[in-house]
């Protein structure tokens, strides 16, 4: 996954399932079938569990439990320490031990309010929300002609004449896909189209919305300013929203846009990545990591993402903790700060156990909602792909496929995999994903509990079978981390006390 | 149809396809089976105009058109007088002779600002909307521990020293099908939840959408008080938003919310039914007249409600008119002022031409979205059936079958119909109509225009035939009209200026 390509660095602020984009340049799986024969009493015990687990687990209850009791929970709000709060507990009673908060610094950006209308030529409100990491407005807000890219290489080649003290507005769907791949083609102007319309002189940018859903809804999420240009207004209008102003730019009159936004920056904030674990019989063979993160955008209540994962790996760890005997290896759950907003608790993890990477013998994460996991992605050394295959066919029943060997797994593993851990990369159904996710509609209604279940019971086998093969799977090359352009970067840390007024 | 349920003298304020609640009181229409054949140039002509219409009309381009360049249009607002000049515009670019607006004075509700949340245990945001016509309430709001009724019988049975003081949430979900029939069962808690609530001392109601959508989006519609108790705030929350609040309620702790609106009354204000024709070359032989509502709530862009309904009357009179020489009769297309807000345009029209109501030989309605119609209601003669059933034959290729003869044929022709004009009701699928009417999800994109041309045939098809049989479809007997109970109604009138605080 060591490519050049910037949507691969920023992967871990866009939550891309990676598996994905590497689909083309991985060799496939099946290339390496020599046999591995799972030992006998462990391949039995996992196929209990695996059966047992897509029965019947505490997942949904899980799931609501946080969107009930904490809602949405970006980094540095009140929702964050709640979250924070509500994990320590919940780990707590779900039986876990060494349950901790580890300290993880935060920006703290505010979406405040939004207004955005067409002022002309038929004045119609707009259904709108700011992109994350937007600049705000003054009082009386912008109002200017807008002019329409198609797309962001559309954008790319327009004249700085025609562009100048305009609002950019960028227009592409996203396409509806099983394996999210939509998502890769259609962000990019959510996250560079901002800096590339300031570059060209624009005042802001709208951009049609980043999801599928045809609800009057509109999607947020990052964005991100490039240093050397001054910083303009960034926001996502709905699909519905879009379409009415591409008709009334189709009318041929001067279109006008209006936006008011009192987003900004509080000054940064303390969040923590909370931990929990069951602790294995062998001290010396090293953990298995499961992760998911805690935080998430401000305008829904975090269901699918990634309030999801969360009750995934945790109900897979503690299937496995419930199970007749300890695993040899410790799991430990960590459930991510700031993933949304710059992958802050991914980074400081890294950091504060850069000692004990070498103990992290496997790491999986779950972040991409909640559909039914339909292939089998990994990142591990090719001598271990026959392994990998077998555990593959035992999810079989489960409508599970063996997918390729270039994943990283997820963003908040990233760091980890990048230093040389191994991971596995169960990819979830992610049809209706971005119909919801970043949306104020990411609510637990979207989830189908079967589903759900049906996720713990891969996580739970395959966490299961990684803490209890005698073996390790030994380490995938070490690679330069990618240095991530989100808040939580240090040239936007320094970046995001300056003052800024949009005009 | 002269039952005296409540539900059905609402039934204008609330847009029910009247024929679903009397299918069970009405003789089959095959009892009345004898052969009618339609004359032969008739037949003919009728089934070329069905199979053009069919493949190919403008009232895509018409709906998209009033969406795009109106948007939300309720009586007495900035959009309904836009609307007004639009249909104008609009009926005599397409050919309508006759255009004139006949002046109809309406009431004039403003939704204004809400706020409602969750104010304890676990703080959350609602996605919420003022029931129409709601008093607002004191600036701070008001902020009351919540109980919750299962629907509106369970209300009924509650002790006042249990309800008062507090604010009611009723939750019972409406149910998805074909014919809008769980629409009648789940509404009555939006139209007399707040009039019951008070009663028993409560200080605002909060009701579940009236929607069969999952998105995070509120139902709004008429709410109706009891001029013999005090008013009190009403307001929607979305599907999810109803869930979540009673997940909250299921944790045994007390649940209190906040909710501040400015929603008011403004005097009364102009409005006008826009009519234009398609002139007969008979005038001795009547009009058919073809109905639809120009205005619509203020949240969306009044696509299916009624945008469609405008699309689908205007271009199947338009096409009649595009025919060889001119029909018989003349079609009358009136797009009435005021449907959702008390029938003010039906009332203004019925009485303004109550000299010629005589000369109304049928009337035709469509005001339940886009859906296919599937079927063919009726409200005529018994004498009369054996040509409505070859109409309907007519209709078989389009998937329509005959239904009951038990209509009004719909809200703003209800009127005429209890005056004694025979009715046609082609009904229309329903199916997905609930997920988005009454919300700002009302956008054209809901819009099949396949679907919409399916419309235009039908009632070009009936409206061509209506217009050129020699006979005419006889009276059904008069009945009295139903008073009405929404802010049209003179009660309403009077108490709309009255001072209220909302605590």
New interface residues.
């Given amino acids: 996954m060591r490519t050049g390509h910037r949507l691969l660095a920023l992967a871990g602020a866009l939550a891309v399932p990676l598996a994905v984009s590497a689909q083309d340049e991985q060799p496939a799986a099946d290339t390496a079938k020599s046999a591995y024969t799972l030992p006998g009493d462990i391949r039995e015990q996992a196929v209990e569990l695996r059966d047992s687990a897509a029965e019947n687990s505490r997942a949904f209850e899980t799931v ?1 439990s946080l ?5 949405n929970r970006l980094a540095g709000s009140a929702g964050d320490r709640a979250a924070v709060a509500w994990a320590l507990l919940k780990l707590r009673e779900l039986g876990f031990d060494n349950v901790r908060a580890e300290k993880v610094n935060v920006p703290h950006w505010v979406r405040g309010n939004l207004d955005a209308e067409i002022a002309a030529p ?4 707009l ?1 709108a929300t700011s992109l994350g990491g937007s600049i705000g407005t003054t009082e009386e807000g912008i109002e200017a002609p807008v002019i329409m890219a198609d797309n962001m290489a559309a954008l790319k080649d327009m004249d700085p004449d025609d562009v100048g003290d305009k609002i950019v507005f960028i227009a592409d769907p996203m396409q509806r896909t099983r394996d999210g791949s939509g998502y890769g083609k259609a962000v990019m102007k959510r996250v560079n189209g901002a800096a590339e319309a300031a570059r060209l002189g624009a005042r802001a940018v709208v951009i049609r919305s980043v999801g599928t ?5 509109a999607h947020t999420g990052i964005t991100i300013y490039n240093p050397e240009v001054r910083r303009i207004p960034a926001i996502a209008i709905s ?2 929203d879009a ?2 102003l591409q ?2 730019l189709a ?1 041929g009159h001067d279109v006008t846009v209006r936006i008011a936004s009192t987003a900004r920056y509080l000054p940064p904030a303390e969040s923590a990545n909370v931990i929990g674990e069951i602790p294995g019989s062998d001290d010396d063979a090293g953990m298995v990591l499961l992760a998911a993160h805690l935080d998430s955008w401000d305008v ?2 975090g269901a699918i993402d990634d309030g999801a994962g969360v009750a995934i790996v945790t109900e897979a760890a503690r299937l496995v903790g419930e199970m007749h005997g300890k695993p040899k290896r410790t799991i430990r759950v960590v459930l991510f700060a700031n993933e949304e907003f710059g992958l802050s608790g991914a980074k400081a993890y890294a950091k504060a156990h850069a000692d004990e990477i070498g103990d992290h013998v496997l790491a999986m994460e779950a972040d991409f909602g909640a559909g039914r996991v339909w292939r089998l992605g990994s990142n591990v050394p090719e001598d271990q792909l026959p392994r990998v295959a077998a555990f593959a066919r035992l999810l079989e029943p489960l409508g599970v496929e063996r997918g390729e060997n270039g994943s990283e797994g997820g963003a908040d593993i990233g760091p980890l995999n990048a230093k040389g851990v191994p991971v596995l990369a169960p990819v979830q159904d992610g049809t209706h994903y971005f119909d919801w996710h970043h ?3 990411d ?4 989830i189908d509990p079967a589903a759900l279940n049906q996720n713990v019971a891969v996580y739970a086998t395959l966490a299961y079978l990684a803490a209890n093969l005698d073996e390790d799977f030994g380490r995938v090359p070490e690679h330069a981390e990618e240095p991530g352009f989100g808040p939580g970067s240090k040239q936007e840390d320094e970046d995001e006390e300056k003052a800024s007024d949009g005009n």
């Avoid at 969107?67 to 809602?71: A, L, Q, S």
């Avoid at 859903?213 to 809804?217: A, F, K, L, Q």
């Avoid at 609510?443 to 979207?446: A, I, Y």
Wanted: glycine share 10%; charged share 20%.
């Fill in positions: 609501t969107t009930t009791e904490v809602g038929f004045p119609q409100h259904v859903g045809n609800s009057r809804i699909n519905p379409d009415m008709r009334q009318t829904g209540t949306t104020i509609d609510t637990p209604d979207k």
